[in-house]
């Protein structure tokens, strides 16, 4: 997960040198989701990644507002490349970044794959040997119907989440049982917002270690309250963020542990892109001063 400021953009690295994007994007501006485009596609070629997938969340811009410029500079690519995005309504391209997206896809030395997922959809879909990727969807949720991405790495366990509401998050759990939840690493909902990452959903992931992609802005904010339905579930010192710890990168070869599954994490500030997206780590102390709290009951009801 990369220092990306107001934004999201979580590279996945697999044996072989494979690699998925999960969502791509920085700010409501054109100018730094360009420069992290750019930035991204170097990083790829510079690490000898070949990106074989694309898992944009959902279409707004701080989430996918950089891959049309990614797609454009020429990073290694798989063929076809493979785009795992839900068939809500809200892709139509009414949005800039939306159409540069869809020209930018359509301009691609091959066709990619477009694998458009049905709302309340459920997809396993083989990634490598002892490798799967479980997609799902809510439905009704406007631009928040996210992807939920569920990756199954030998007994490595992952969710990850774009941005949605605890009403919607509840309704999938609901729908899909605590199996499709359950995890050791949470991708936190909607960047830690007061409206996302219901107490329910924390509970059924029970997860050890939980990310989210922060700034100081309301809107890419973790704030108290959710702060605190994480930590009722996993200790302070596994909750990570952004703005505080810069990149954070995870490592596991998904195999059995003791009772669990080993993970090194390391945390790296300033991030990779920091510096080219004016992008800052802040004290513990500020960004704690900065939280406010407006929880909903579906986010905090048990």
């Known amino acids: 997960m990369f220092n990306v ?11 072989g040198r494979r690699a998925w ?14 420069t992290l485009g750019q930035q991204l596609a170097a990083h790829l070629q510079q690490s000898n990644l070949q990106l074989e997938a694309l898992v944009p969340s959902h279409p707004h811009i701080d989430h996918v507002g950089a891959v049309a410029t990614l797609l454009g500079s020429g990073p290694p690519l798989t063929n076809p490349l493979t785009i795992y995005r839900s068939d809500d309504v809200t892709w139509n391209p009414t949005h800039t970044w939306i159409q540069e997206l869809n020209t930018a896809v359509a301009n691609l030395p091959a066709p990619a794959n477009v694998d458009a997922l049905q709302q309340k959809g459920h997809r396993e879909v083989p990634v490598a040997d002892g490798v799967e990727a479980h997609f799902f969807t809510g439905s009704a949720d406007g631009v928040y119907t996210s992807i939920f991405l569920h990756l199954h790495f030998h007994q490595a366990r992952l969710l990850f989440t774009g941005d949605a509401h605890c009403k919607y998050e509840r309704e999938m759990l609901d729908r899909l049982g ?6 050791d690493v949470l991708k936190v909902t909607h960047h830690g917002s007061s409206s996302g990452t219901a107490q329910r959903v924390v509970n059924a992931v029970k997860p050890g270690i939980a990310i989210a992609s922060t700034a100081l802005d309301d809107g890419h904010r973790l704030e108290a309250d959710t702060l605190q339905r994480l930590r009722n579930n996993a200790p302070q010192r596994s909750i990570f963020e952004t703005v505080i710890d810069g990149d954070i990168i995870l490592r596991t070869d998904g195999q059995p542990f003791s009772d669990g599954v080993l993970y090194q994490v390391e945390l790296v500030a300033p991030g990779l892109f920091e510096a080219a997206l004016g992008a800052t780590t802040l004290p513990r102390a500020t960004v704690d001063a900065a939280r406010t709290s407006s929880p909903s009951q579906a986010c905090v009801a048990a």
Do not use: H, T, W, Y
């Open 5 to 15: 400021g107001d934004g999201e953009a979580i590279l996945i690295a697999f044996p």
């Open 21 to 34: 994007l999960v969502d791509g994007g920085s700010g409501i501006g054109p100018k730094k989701n360009q």
């Open 178 to 183: 605590e199996n499709d939840f359950r995890a």
